[in-house]
């Protein structure tokens, strides 16, 4: 397991930032915050944290999927990662649960969590689900979203990213360095394209 050390204090919700990373906090246990780093157990010194929460859904499924998604925080992004499985169930050989990009993690912690099987990549998942307008988001949806190079494509081929979202503006992704939780900026927003639920 790992014990993370900080130097100055840190600003954290049921999540723990450092660095502009935050970590779910599981539990506390003495002077310790349990979490989740790189799909192993890892404990943060409770004086060097400030603790907000995100309040959880009473849907068992949702929170098993954001549970699995804590367990990937800190994880490698990869490009073309190598999927869990084949988008029908059939587990693919080559796949390491130390390395994502961002369809492969919401894959993997979709089957992980509730056995959805959802297919290899954004632009095939996004026709998957139930629609859901931005209005009407809820903890446990996949936001999916255009960037700098898709922005200007035509239909599904205008998506290029996917994120869980976590409520009240946070979500669980990965996009070029490892998986992590953020706040939702003015630009993120601007490449939302929709949300879809699958639970």
């Given at each position: 397991?790992?014990?993370?050390?900080?130097?100055?204090?840190?600003?954290?919700?049921?999540?723990?930032?450092?660095?502009?990373?935050?970590?779910?906090?599981?539990?506390?246990?003495?002077?310790?915050?349990?979490?989740?780093?790189?799909?192993?157990?890892?404990?943060?010194?409770?004086?060097?944290?400030?603790?907000?929460?995100?309040?959880?859904?009473?849907?068992?499924?949702?929170?098993?999927?954001?549970?699995?998604?804590?367990?990937?925080?800190?994880?490698?992004?990869?490009?073309?990662?190598?999927?869990?499985?084949?988008?029908?169930?059939?587990l693919?050989?080559?796949?390491?649960?130390?390395?994502?990009?961002?369809?492969?993690?919401?894959?993997?912690?979709?089957?992980?969590?509730?056995?959805?099987?959802?297919?290899?990549?954004?632009?095939?998942?996004?026709?998957q689900?139930?629609?859901?307008?931005?209005?009407?988001?809820?903890?446990?949806?996949?936001?999916?979203?255009?960037?700098?190079?898709?922005?200007?494509?035509?239909?599904?081929?205008?998506v290029?990213?996917?994120?869980?979202?976590?409520?009240?503006?946070?979500?669980?992704?990965?996009?070029?360095?490892?998986?992590?939780?953020?706040?939702?900026?003015?630009?993120?927003?601007?490449?939302?394209i929709?949300?879809?639920?699958?639970?």
């Amino acid at each position: 397991f790992f014990i993370f050390w900080l130097i100055s204090r840190c600003v954290k919700m049921l999540l723990w930032q450092n660095e502009g990373t935050m970590y779910a906090l599981i539990e506390k246990t003495g002077n310790w915050y349990k979490t989740y780093y790189r799909g192993k157990t890892g404990y943060i010194y409770a004086s060097y944290a400030t603790v907000f929460t995100l309040e959880k859904t009473e849907d068992t499924d949702v929170e098993n999927v954001i549970t699995e998604g804590y367990k990937t925080l800190g994880t490698p992004y990869v490009y073309g990662a190598v999927r869990f499985h084949d988008g029908n169930g059939k587990l693919l050989g080559g796949f390491s649960a130390q390395k994502f990009d961002c369809s492969s993690l919401i894959q993997y912690i979709f089957y992980k969590g509730a056995g959805v099987l959802l297919r290899s990549n954004t632009r095939t998942q996004v026709t998957q689900g139930e629609y859901v307008a931005k209005t009407d988001l809820q903890r446990g949806d996949c936001m999916y979203f255009t960037n700098e190079e898709r922005q200007y494509n035509k239909g599904i081929e205008r998506v290029g990213h996917v994120a869980l979202y976590l409520g009240d503006d946070y979500i669980l992704h990965t996009s070029s360095d490892y998986a992590r939780i953020e706040k939702m900026t003015t630009k993120r927003w601007k490449f939302f394209i929709e949300a879809r639920r699958f639970l």
